[in-house]
């Protein structure tokens, strides 16, 4: 059973469309991350949810917009992608209340924008 | 909030080589430490952590880190390379209080070559 899993693995759009990628995470973690990694592999946070509740916003353009339906999920979506967006886009989660135990991290979002 | 520098962006070592690679954080409060491996192409993977106690913090795969507090490093070590370890090694960094993200170094490309 995959702990964090995103979907989809690759994704390759053009310029303008809009995407989302999901999240599903199947820990009980209360807890749940996007990190952007650039073409330099550093990584970034995003957003944070906790309990479906945002709470951490990053400085991110507002095309990106985050949705948590539920706290084992936290689903991205991107407005009128860019050249710039291109990106791996990673889904973590943790227990807010046990963080020293770190983040679990899923395979990772590679989009590719054109 | 807090920040993490490493030094080495990329490291050569022969197979059976010792391995160091420099971590130094920012921060003024409490943190714990981590260090996260990506191998190519995959997710991150937690190596090990430090939240308290002994500073030398044993982790997989025959790693090892030492937090020094008075030099704010949390600096990683191996004794004995092999091809095995190529990856990219990021060091991480979260307050001990508050809704601080975990923040990551831009990491250190490993190559081992035979």
């Known amino acids: 059973d995959t702990a964090v899993s995103q979907t989809p693995k690759y994704l390759v759009t053009q310029m303008g469309n809009d995407k989302s990628i999901k999240c599903e995470q199947n820990l009980g973690h209360d807890t749940m991350y996007w990190y952007k990694q650039d073409s330099k592999k550093f990584l970034k946070i995003m957003f944070s949810y906790n309990n479906k509740e945002l709470i951490i916003n990053e400085t991110v353009p507002n095309r990106f917009s985050p949705k948590s339906p539920d706290k084992a999920h936290l689903n991205l979506h991107i407005n009128s992608l860019e050249l710039g967006d291109s990106a791996v886009y990673f889904c973590?989660?943790?227990?807010?209340?046990?963080?020293?135990?770190?983040?679990?991290f899923g395979s990772g979002t590679r989009l590719t924008v054109v | 909030a807090q920040s993490v520098s490493q030094h080495n962006h990329h490291v050569i070592l022969s197979e059976a080589a010792s391995l160091e690679l420099g971590c130094n954080y920012s921060?003024?409060?409490?943190?714990?430490l981590f260090w996260y491996v990506q191998y190519p192409g995959q997710h991150l993977q937690l190596l090990l952590k430090y939240f308290s106690g002994d500073p030398l913090v044993k982790g997989i795969k025959g790693f090892e880190a030492e937090f020094i507090k008075s030099k704010f490093s949390f600096n990683l070590r191996k004794p004995s390379v092999q091809w095995s370890d190529t990856a990219e090694y990021f060091c991480?960094?979260?307050?001990?209080?508050?809704?601080?993200?975990?923040?990551f170094g831009k990491g250190t490309r490993l190559s081992v070559i035979a």
């Open positions: 973590a989660s943790s227990q807010k209340d046990m963080f020293f135990y770190g983040y679990t």
């Open positions: 991480a960094v979260i307050a001990n209080s508050g809704n601080t993200p975990l923040v």
């Open positions: 921060y003024g409060g409490t943190v714990n």
